[in-house]
């Protein structure tokens, strides 16, 4: 018996001996990958078509070399002051009182963050909330109090409501009918993540929300960690669609979290869906109803996406140019 006790005891011994090697072994490789360069960046990825022209302006950032932080701010600023964007900042679609509201969220490498909530006649709410962020103890302004920080911070006041706008929005006032979308018909939001060459994480996420909304509605683009969430020790997430389903799980903060738990940008994204898709057919609602789409990137510069149903694609810039990616979907 003393001996078969020795004998197992050596045994377990070498197993464990054998596994811990195999884990440092595994752990010397990830290292290696890592530090021979094989991390892919700089790298800026956004939401919608409009991403490509968003990551055109990130790009100059990133690739001289500049901080994330920058280059998301300067990339969703296109998509913002264009006035026959739809559905961002100048030129986006009011709500059912005729009012352009916007909301934005900005965070940085040290979770540093900053946000607006029904900003009217601001052009530029993501600078608005970088400055929340750099220039006063809050988090997060909204309304009139949001407007006033802007003015007094030498933001200037416009009206944000262009014809075209003011066009639909009257057309709609005929059958006051609210059926939010939020797909190709409606993009809703620009989500940006970035990786810079110093290997930092920043984003951004701006929006003029749901067409028709009831005036003073807020999605989940300015709420950290539903619209947008960045850990600089693992990765970034920003999402687009239905708000009310992202807060719901809070999504962003969800996919990033799953990447810590070593699952892939593509998977957690999946994983993210697939809680909203099981909520959704819990509370007996109609999947075809909702749309939301998750893009996420991690510290080695790989990313990924998915959504509920087809029609959302997002934007993706590295050394090797900037392309358009149709996201993957639950919904077939």
């Not at 901080?67 to 701010?73: F, G, M, N, Q, T």
């Not at 970035?194 to 996420?205: I, K, W």
């Not at 898709?277 to 998750?294: A, H, P």
């Amino acid at each position: 018996m003393a001996n078969r006790r020795k004998f197992l005891k050596t045994t377990a011994l070498a197993t464990a001996g054998v596994a811990f090697q195999s884990f440092i072994s595994k752990s010397e490789e990830v290292v290696v990958e890592i530090n021979s360069g094989k991390v892919n960046k700089p790298i800026v990825l956004s939401t919608w078509r409009f991403g490509i022209e968003a990551n055109e302006a990130a790009w100059i950032v990133l690739k001289n070399k500049g901080r994330a932080l920058d280059a998301v701010e300067a990339g969703v600023k296109i998509p913002e002051g264009d006035p026959t964007e739809r559905s961002v900042g100048y030129g986006g679609r009011p709500d059912r009182d005729g009012r352009v509201t916007l909301d934005a969220c900005i965070m940085d490498e040290l979770s540093n963050i900053g946000s607006v909530a029904c900003l009217e006649h601001i052009k530029h709410p993501i600078s608005v909330a970088r400055a929340v962020m750099e220039k006063t103890p809050h988090v997060m302004l909204a309304g009139e109090g949001a407007l006033q920080f802007a003015l007094q911070q030498g933001f200037k006041k416009e009206n944000l409501l262009v014809e075209e706008s003011e066009k639909e929005w009257k057309e709609w006032l005929k059958t006051n009918e609210y059926n939010p979308k939020a797909n190709i018909e409606n993009h809703d939001t620009i989500g940006m993540i970035a990786l810079d060459a110093n290997g930092d994480l920043s984003g951004a996420c701006t929006t003029s929300g749901m067409a028709f909304k009831m005036n003073g509605r807020v999605g989940d683009s300015p709420i950290i960690g539903a619209g947008l969430y960045v850990d600089n020790e693992i990765g970034a997430a920003t999402a687009t669609g239905h708000g009310e389903e992202v807060i719901r799980i809070s999504g962003c903060h969800l996919v990033v979290e799953l990447m810590r738990q070593g699952k892939s940008p593509q998977k957690a994204c999946e994983e993210a869906v697939m809680r909203i898709v099981k909520l959704t057919q819990k509370r007996g609602k109609n999947l075809k109803d909702i749309q939301v789409g998750f893009i996420a990137l991690n510290k080695k510069g790989e990313y990924g996406s998915y959504c509920v149903q087809g029609g959302f694609n997002y934007a993706v810039h590295d050394a090797k140019g900037n392309k358009l990616i149709d996201a993957n979907y639950f919904l077939k």
